[in-house]
C-alpha cells in the first residue's frame, strides 16, 4: 500500500509543470499519474499548491564542530527544510577542525548524523599541506575538494597558491572529483586592501574597492586554465557578476567541464541597494554588515547581466553560502572588519520566486534544474533532485498565492539575523518531505528520523587497457 498520495498539486519539473497525484512508497516516489485510483495511508490534498522538487544546497556553512555559536547542523539544517531544502552540502571550513583529513571527516560525519534534520554530504578542503589526505577524503565519500584562491579570513584554512592548486586538480581528477574554487585574485585584493586601509579607508564603500570585478575574473581566468590543463572537474562557487559568468560559460562551451554556480544574494541586492539602505538597521545591524560578503555585491549593471545569463541557462546551479555569524562579528564601523558572510539558506526558493519567477519571467521549471535537477547530476548525488518514480521522495510544497513578510521569529537560524528580514516574499513554503518523511510542516521542524550522508556516483576516466594475451593476433 501506498504511504502517501499527495493529490494533485502543479508538479515542477525541468521539463514541464502538470497537475498530477504523486504516490510515495517505502521513502522513493512510487507513482506519479493524472489520478491515482486507490488510497494511501496518509492523503495531503494539495490543489492550488506548487510541489517543486526538494532543493539541493550544494553551498552552505553550518560550522559544526568548533562554531556551534555562529550556526550548528541542527540550526542549519532546520532552516534548509524550512526552506523547501532536502538536501546539503556542508563546506570544509568554518568548523573546527576543517575537513581536511579522514579524521576531521568522521568527526563531521559523526556530528551530522545525530544533528542533522535533512540529508547532507561534505565537501572535502583543498589547502597547501593536504594533498596527500585528498585519496582518504574521496574514500570516506566526500563530493569534491574546496579550494580558496583568495584568504579565507580563516588562518587554518590557508589559501592555494598556483601550483597547490594545479598538484590538487592533477589529484583530483585521477579520483575522478571536481574541484571548488573560491575565485577572487588573493594578490589583487591583498593588495587593493593593503593599499585603502594604509589611507585610513573603512566604509562598505572602501571594501566593495578592495575586491572589484576585475580580481574575481583574473581569479576565473587561472582557474579555468588549470582545470583545462589537468582535466580536472571544475566548480566555481559564488560567481558575483555577470561578466565572471560570460567568462566561465565561454570556456564551457570550449569544453572545459566547469559548473557555474551564483548565489540569491547578487540575485537579490546590488550596489544600488547598499547605496540606499547601506545604514538601516536589521535586527540591530546594519544592513551593509548583513550584505558583507566576498566577493562582494556588484553594480547594478552587473547584477542585471548576471540575471541575464541565469535567464539564458548560463548558470548551471545556486548555493547560499549560507555563512553566518554571532552579531559581535559583523559590528563596528570598521567594513573590512567585520565578518563575511550572508546567512540565506532559508530564502533561496523565496528569493528565485520573487526576483526570477515574478519580476522576470525566469519559469518554474528553470528553478527545479537550478535548485534540485542540477545539482544532483553535477555532484552524482544519486537517487535525488527528481520528481520521477524511483527517485527518493523529497520534495516541498509551497503556495505561490501566498505572500509573507519575513520575520525573525520565522527563521530557523541560531542567529535572527539575514538581508531579507522585513521584506516580502511569494511563496510560502508549507511543507517539505525527506524520502517520504514529513520534516516540515505547520511551521515546525521533526528531524529525518535517519539523517544520510550522500556520497557522490564517481565515474573514474578509463584506465589503460591492460594487455591480454588471449586477444592478441
Ligand atoms: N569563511 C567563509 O564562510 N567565507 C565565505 N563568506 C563569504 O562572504 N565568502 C565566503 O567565501
Ligand atoms: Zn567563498
Ligand atoms: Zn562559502
Known sequence: MLEWIIRQAQIVRPQGVLQADLGIAEGKIARLEPEIAEPARQEIRAEGLHLFPGTIDVHVHFNQPGHTDWEGIASGSAA????????????????????????????????????????????????????????????RGVVGFKAFMSNSGLPEFPSCDVATLYEGMKVAAELGLPVAVHAESDALTAHLTRTLRAQGKTTWHDYLASRPVFTELEAIAQALILARETECKLHIVHISSGSGVALAAEAKAQGVDVSLETCPHYLAFSEADLERLASREVAGLRFSALTKCAPPLRSELERELLWSQVLEGKVDLIGSDHSPSPAHLKQGQDAFAQWGGVAGVQSTLGVLLREGWHRRGLPLEAIASLLAEAPARRFGLEGKGRLEPGYDADFTLADLQQSFTLQPEDLFYRHKLSPYLGQSFIGKVQRTFIRGQPVFADGMVRPVADPTLIRPRVELPPSPASFDPKESP
Not at 106 to 131: C, H, Q, V
Open 80 to 139: 534548509l527544510a524550512a526552506g523547501g531544502g532536502t538536501l546539503f552540502v556542508d563546506m570544509p571550513l568554518n568548523s573546527v577542525p576543517c575537513t581536511l583529513d579522514a579524521e576531521s571527516f568522521d568527526l563531521k560525519l559523526a556530528a551530522m548524523r545525530s544533528l542533522s534534520a535533512t540529508d547532507f554530504a561534505l565537501w572535502g578542503g583543498l589547502t597547501p599541506g593536504n594533498l596527500e589526505h585528498l585519496p582518504e577524503l574521496a574514500a
